[in-house]
């Protein structure tokens, strides 16, 4: 089984940058797709970004587009999350999230959280205005 670890969450000024980070472990190899989710209080669990393995294709949500910057680093089994920019709005628990072969949708860029079946146990973000 797989396990995934994140860090890197904390408490910003709006307009500030954050690194999240989430460590794989485990059967990595039957990855195809890692990405991140966020819920914020009251709020359903929404998609954020996600990268493909193979292709190395990336695709974000309108929200953060041109702020957020999602990476890999395939020696380290290391998914991150490079966000700028940041508003409050942008406040909520993220997600770092797997999707296996095994699992797989059809979509190469998967979007909705059933795509996904290995979930890690979030980090907290804040932006403070």
């Known amino acids: 089984q797989m396990q995934l670890v994140e860090s890197g969450g904390g408490l910003v000024e709006a307009g500030g940058s954050l690194r999240l980070a989430c460590a794989a472990s485990?059967?990595?190899?039957?990855?195809?797709?890692m990405g991140w989710f966020r819920q914020a209080p009251g709020k359903e669990r929404e998609f954020v970004s996600t990268?493909?393995?193979?292709?190395?294709?990336?695709h974000y949500a309108d929200s953060v587009k041109g702020r957020f910057t999602i990476s890999r680093d395939s020696a380290k089994q290391s998914l991150y999350l490079q966000m700028n920019s940041l508003k409050p709005e942008d406040t909520a628990v993220y997600y770092c999230?797997?999707?296996?072969?095994?699992?797989?949708?059809?979509?190469?860029?998967?979007?909705?959280?059933?795509?996904?079946?290995?979930w890690g146990q979030g980090t907290q973000v804040t932006v403070s205005s």
């Open positions: 990268l493909n393995i193979s292709t190395g294709k990336t």
């Open positions: 485990g059967r990595t190899f039957s990855t195809y797709a």
């Open positions: 999230v797997v999707a296996t072969i095994a699992h797989y949708s059809g979509n190469s860029l998967p979007t909705n959280s059933r795509e996904y079946d290995i």
